[in-house]
């Protein structure tokens, strides 16, 4: 059993208990109570320090034929206990979580590498480690972490990693959705796996979008899963995080530059904002006054992070003509459009 949740409206959600089930070598997934906006509902409170689920609830699930397991209850609705409660409980629930632990052996390790997606695992790894690994699709160091993918449906895959994805920043979404759809395979530059920003960002758009539409046509994906008119939710939520959730900033290497970070000098060996003339900024980027006319702001960007790919002081560039290349490209940019 699994608590899905589903948009209502503007910051509004609501709860279903579903369950997965396997069904001629298919997992799909079905709801089994509708809970509202407060999963909490289904406690009965005896006293301010204890409490119980209701009977009714228990009584309902048991008529759809579900084998009822009481610590996967309170695993599941653990979150919506009343808060005094919750934090009396919580040490011995911490106690007790691993008690029957064990290692995965190596029937279990096999199938968590041939029996879940690439793309699950990719997000997974991340969520969990907080970076991308190389390793993620072949090898199997990472085996144990991806077996919590086994014998659930693509839906509650999609309703855990969901949930997990709520830990994520903004500034990680470029990186997070890099990883996940392994964007720098489509790529020759060798620092594409680590600084997608600095990557051609249109290329980069249509290759992620193409993505996007393979893996909403992928049946295999999205076996089991409930049809949908157009894009299923996750991959709408990818779109929305892609185009609009990722901060509008400064190039990175804008922010290096003000920030003064680097390992190679300190900040006092420099000043952030050296000022350059206009034919000055010319020369740097080697433009005439008529080609600057022909370009816009993207343009520019494009042509500043190639250059400072050159000059940036951690891959060995001059730290004088870096400053100075970043003034010059403050110095063009609001001329664009």
Known sequence: MYLARKETGPRQQSFVLRETYREGGVLFSRDLADLGSDP????????????????????HLQSLGVEINDAELE??????????IKHRLQPFR???????????????RRRALEETQALDRRRLHFLRLGRSAAATDTGDKGAALYTSLLDKSRDEIEQM????????QPREYQSYLFTTFDLARFFSESYARTMPHALNPDRL???????ICRLAADAAFWQGYPAHLGLQPSLIRYL??????VPEQTPAWDRFARSGRSRRFRRSQFT???QVTRSQAFAIFGLSPVQLTSMRKRDLTRLYRQKA???????????????RLTAAYEELLPSLQ
């Open 309 to 323: 790919l050159e000059l940036h002081p951690d891959k060995g560039g001059d730290t004088e003509q870096f400053i």
């Open 205 to 211: 758009d249509q290759i992620f979008l193409a993505e």
């Open 40 to 59: 909490g509902r289904i406690f009965i409170y005896d006293d301010e320090a204890s409490c119980h689920i209701d009977e009714k609830f228990l009584s």
């Open 240 to 245: 929305i995080m892609y185009f609009d959730g």
């Open 94 to 108: 911490s106690r007790n979580r691993y008690r029957n632990w064990r290692p995965a052996d190596q029937e279990l």
């Open 272 to 274: 952030p904002s050296e």
């Open 161 to 168: 990693i969901m949930q997990q994805e709520l830990v994520l």
């Open 75 to 84: 695993e599941i609705f653990f979150p919506f206990l009343d808060p005094y």
